[in-house]
């Protein structure tokens, strides 16, 4: 077991990786913050679902596949727990069937990581739930650039005249200036749409857009170089909906499309990302209910690790650069 | 294939049982409802549910799982098509993540069923459609005596501070005095509870209640008595929640108890119900994403099957009756 | 391991019981039959389903289901392998999608063990195949009583307007006097049909029946009773339709019916039938695609050792009769 | 809700996508043929299956997973039902276990689609009913250039003896001449054979072949301009397997092939077809009892959506030529 | 939410049963035992499986499966946490893959529950655990009575030439003397066995034994007497193999007996088992690989609730006790 | 049916493929080795296991996945059963739970392939059983070249203080000689690590490593190169581990690894190896438990088979040299 900052997973060389309670990455589950620096937080709540429901098991099913994560990242060479303490800060509160409610009680229980100066890192739960979160993220950052995967953009203004689904949750967090459109981009989407106006949702709200034909033609290295751009340094909400990926590789979502994205393709593109300051993210959509085999929520978790990563890397220039200055 | 009187399924020994559109046991499916004695209507609503969701793919698992179904039931000697013509009238409309919307709506919907003398069997769902559902009968008939199979009284006050889940669907429609509490009664209640004070909700409510032990040690017959004496020839609402039903039978289901009721036992509990006088049902809290082998749709439309039985033979005998007049 | 007669299973506490090629009990695969009292013999046809089909995958499961046995039936004090070689003697030769030629494949398949009395115990496969088997068994036997567990009585005359599917084989093998109706019963029937003469179908055809809701009823002593006054100390064609079991018991099959019987009632009938002369058996009709836990496999591997038992004990008694003679 | 020509899918911004009947896309379910552009039509036959069986629920399946279908397709700009009316008309009718008489009764179930003018669109099923499909066909239009998209060329003649199995029907077309196999082609084909000689079977019988490996090797626009030349603006017959696929990818099907294609190609080989003059077209072999994720039935349809879009492409076309003329 | 005396589960009332870390009944994870009465245990160990296996993932998926416990049981009307305060202690070390290794870490791991004077209540895990939990709790209690329900007796000597395997810890534990045979029983025992001598091992090694058909025939308050006389007043170990529970209840098991209990009648067992004055339990082999619907884990979460609730009945009484004296 | 050379599979044309005992591809199950060329031979052993355990179960799963190969493979022009007579020995014999009496065991139970001239392709089990495979293999041939695929190097000194587990099999190997690191090469490794040390193990050990981002960007024949001189010519061991692959082609093994590469990548790569000269291979890690819709070892049933083409191949060329000197 290497050397570690703060809070760190219990030790696999001593206790095996399918022993313990199912916190992710067999992190310790606390709800204080004092010494965090990172927090993985759960937010289960699917009431904003338009099709199949059941994303608030996605973060018991997330933590149960990060059980093989190890602390070191080859691809990134980087030792996590030397540069981040990390905790796993268990559930936001959520009221289900009660979609109001919850968007006031998650961006209220989201409030204290960015007030303490900690890094949330989320676990949905239905893409509803960036709403709340961006606006507590905005509460303390102000409005952040967002750089979204998905297959769907999330924008439409609403859905059987309900207004706050998780079809609807960038364009509520726009009408209340939750996010920077001018330096936020969408990346993946893809499917049936309504209409071509549906087409232009992102473009129409200020947002930047690569379809998923567009990121199948012109490949990762160039999609990464329109993401640099367009965030432009600034600082970023980064929202991974897995049905992002291909249903082969994550079949266990609510609004699955087809022609999607590898797990290969996913991790070279999150990879690409470490000169991203990221303040926070989530990862939306596993219902482990249509996930017989788990292979989703492994996915998932093993996303919210290359996430991870990219917030020790930044730490550890950020130190670097501190020791040289 | 027998005589029939109006609408009846397609003829299985010339199109295989397989083949078709879904409806409920290959019925034609038509919104009108001219020449219809029952129809059979979808309630494709899961935002009340507490704890696993997707009760919206229930209608759809039950049609499936009645396409086995065939028209004379042995059991009850009746041979259905000859005294009902039955319908599936598809689903009715509402609004998932709006719980007091979509009380509104499915109320609404229902209404036009009573309206026309359409006896309505409703697959739901989770359990919150029962209110709407009384309300909807009540306006027609007036309070209706409620005999209902669950392992929940479903009668809390609230749940999270909402009073609209499926924990709550009685209590509401007691409040707005949808149904007549004094000839009541509640079957198979069982499980933990919070405290002592559940137990009564029942009996405070002023309904009649037979928990599940006390139904596994009387038996059928004795339980059978108890709700004739009850209900005391007063028109019926049946609601029967498939976690009445042991989880080894019914696996595909919201909130599970163990320690429940065979297939068998459901059966000679619904045929023993030959004299009530039924003026609406509905099977509710099928989750198919829970019910990897099928058997809980299966059996679920196999308890539809019996309820519409008992609906064909008493109007069989009022027939008779007015023959005989 | 005990003293054994002929061939026997592998040694459990040598080779563990998951090790080694599927076999029925980890018999040795032989197709010659000097030496052999009993053979246990493959059906994989199917092409007779009416609904879902698969059985043909059915011999493959109870094989692999069957993998826990050990030689000692405590419940009837019988060292199986004492008294009786048995082999796993493969499959016979079937034609897919091809009734007639797989029902003679099947007849002429079947005549070698009847031929070289060795008593053959068939894994189906859907129950078109008892049709050819009773041929077969007749031919060397005359017409044997049958005794038939299912929930259908597969009387039907065409289905379809085909003569050959698993809904009809009784029929047909009665046309051709293939079983002795006069000392035959079926028991368990149950479930929708398609008008009463479907109910009169076993009596008038000349066979006794016993329904399921009256073995519900009568329960298990009472139907054994029936069975071997019906049967008569004749000798026995056994064939049981998996589907006679719940559900829940035995999800894995074609057409199943609830409201059945569990896995201790079918141990318990099958044991109570110790005196009967037993010429062949057979167990149809499970179909492994829909049997996600394998309880179905393992429940139909049961009865087949239980099946084996009872001839073990009857060759047992034999070999004490001719001991004290 | 778009403008719509005709008959068109239920509006999903006002009935939920999971609610409702469960025909294709949602369209409304009629069997008159008056009014309809192109009809979806089941033919939930199997028997002809030589290995794992069940396609009879591909049409229920697929049609279930139809339901997020959107009438928009953004990769080709086309709003659907502006220029197609459409249907789903039920499935023909098959007579389950028998071969011959289900070729003759699915080739006259499917006259009255060619006969009216009407565009089919078949959801099988196994692949036998091409045969039938494409006799039906050539009655109306002469025998179509066939562009068949598959692992195995199902050009054997015969299997176990039998003519009519899934794996022979293009040859017992050709035999009748119900395609012009000079302007045919066959895309995908690989896995293990008997001999070389299967490898032979498509330019022995004068067919065109591409490989698996080929189309790996050489890529999708290379492929598609081989079956532009082939077909050299012929009226084609479209026939997809889903075994074209990786199993990765559509598990649920009965004679899978490793080494297959990902979602992703299929769409951009479908896209591709725009120029196509397609008179019918069949999507065979989707076996729901063994995709337990749904993602097979889900990649099937979206691929007859990208079918039916480019119906809708040349239905536009053809209408802006005859209003420019 | 009630009055509680110490550690008790988080309110679901304010947050949802289906939110939070999985501990057992969502109870404080804590490895400290002051102020604590009882403490779930978990013990993910399987290398002495001799069929499938995986019960490693036991005590995840029991902790799952008990979410929906609430904590008052009616049928004991004992509100549990008025009573007991109780924590869920995470799980033991294991050495996966070493047998003897692992015995040892075991018992280390269990002592200081014992000598701590908190109860334990153990998740299997395969059977093995319960040789150094005897062991552990012997060193503290002396030999104690051992109430076993289980289909095998756990007696063997050995397997396969090892000594430790899941089939033969009891044999060990008597040669050191960790339990008192004397009063010891073994109740449900049933499935086929190498050898009458199978049958009789508990009696040689001085259990008293009551088999599956006994219980099955003399039902369970003759059980129940049988099983007060035999303890007769003694301090108990109680162990609950899963596998004692029929296959249609609980299938997630290593080494499935059909004709087993349903999940009623172990309710009913358990519940009748008020007065035994239990020192310590486990709950073992369950396999959640094997358990698609989850019921095996739902069962053994409720199994293991029963227990508790026995235990805080002796405690209230205790108290009720003391205070009247 | 082709000629064939000795052992070959039972003939399609005649038996279904889905008939028969599940030996690998229908093979004879022969335990003597006379006139055998090649082996196939299970090991069903999963003690190693570090996670997931189910490995037992996989020789079975494998054999039942190669029903469908057919005896020529057109991606390498080669009728196998020409060239090679080839038999199912069966499985080795194992000692669940206990590590070193199995390793033992299997190096004792492989030596005869060996010493026979035989070659043996291995099924596993966990990847532990590659050390006394390889051990067995040195014995007659010298250390072999052993080319690795891979997501983990499999190197690690111990695991939870122990150090015959599935992370270790190749250091232990090492430490014997019982394989040549100088000629040996790993490709594959990818995946959170414990640390850079981690990274390491190949290089320090003195083997070639070729990590899975690097295969993805250099791509196929790069790596094929590398391969190809790193053995020069040598005797090789060819290991695979199924995880190697993507979690969406082989979501059945005990530590999945995201990122990993397609089936028509594993078939490309397996397809290139042509010219070596391997005298022993294994395919291991595959654990049916977690594999639902069976595409694990169906994959791993293809791998097998172009592993025996291979050898096919290879024999070919020899009898053509021969001939021509």
Redesign the interface.
């Known amino acids: ?2 050397r570690t900052k703060g809070y760190a997973p219990a030790d ?12 992710f990455m067999r992190l310790p ?1 606390r709800e204080e913050l004092d010494g965090v620096d990172l927090a993985i937080v ?1 937010v ?1 709540f ?9 994303a ?2 996605g ?2 099913a997330i ?2 596949g990060s ?9 990134q ?1 980087i ?1 996590i727990f030397e540069h981040l303490s990390i905790v ?1 800060a ?2 936001l ?7 109001p ?1 919850s968007v006031e009680s998650i961006a209220a229980g989201a409030a204290r990581f960015f007030e303490s100066s900690v890094i949330p890192v989320f676990l949905g739960g239905d893409h509803t739930i960036s709403w709340p979160l961006l606006r507590a993220a905005a509460a303390t950052h102000g409005p952040l650039a967002l750089v979204h995967f998905d297959s769907h953009s999330d924008l439409w203004d609403s ?4 207004k ?2 998780h079809g609807t949750p960038f364009r509520r967090a726009l009408e209340e200036g939750a996010f920077d459109a001018a330096h936020s981009i969408q990346v993946g989407l ?7 106006e ?2 232009a949702l992102s473009r129409d709200q200020g947002l930047e857009m690569i ?1 998923g ?1 567009e990121l ?1 033609e012109r490949g990762v290295p160039w999609t990464l170089e329109r993401i640099r751009e367009r965030v432009a340094g600034r600082r970023v909400y980064l929202s991974f909906d897995i049905d992002f990926v ?4 994550a ?2 979502t609510g ?2 499309e ?3 994205f ?3 393709q996913c ?2 593109l999150l990879r690409g990302l470490a000169d991203l300051d990221i303040a926070a993210c989530d990862l939306v959509e596993v219902l482990p ?7 989703t929520a ?2 998932a978790a ?1 996303l919210v ?1 290359e996430l991870v990563s990219l917030l020790a890397m930044r730490r550890k220039d950020d130190a670097a650069r501190s020791a040289r200055a």
Chains 1, 2, 3, 4, 5, 6 share one sequence.
């Not at 093989?68 to 691809?75: D, M, S």
């Not at 893809?190 to 071509?196: D, K, N, S, V």
């Not at 209910?289 to 292979?295: S, T």
């Open positions: 077991m290497p696999a060389m001593v206790s095996p990786r399918f022993s313990g309670i199912r916190t589950h759960g289960p699917d009431t904003g679902a338009t099709y199949r429901v059941g608030r098991f973060p018991e933590r149960s059980a093989l994560l190890r602390p070191y990242n080859p691809a060479d030792q796993d268990g559930d509160r959520v009221v289900p069937g009660y979609l409610e859905y059987f005249g309900g706050d689904t893809r499917g049936p749409l309504y209409g071509p549906d087409l379809t034909p199948h291909d249903p082969a590789y079949p266990g609004t699955p087809v022609g999607g590898t797990g290969a991790l070279q209910a249509y996930d017989p085999a788990g292979i492994l996915l093993n690790y």
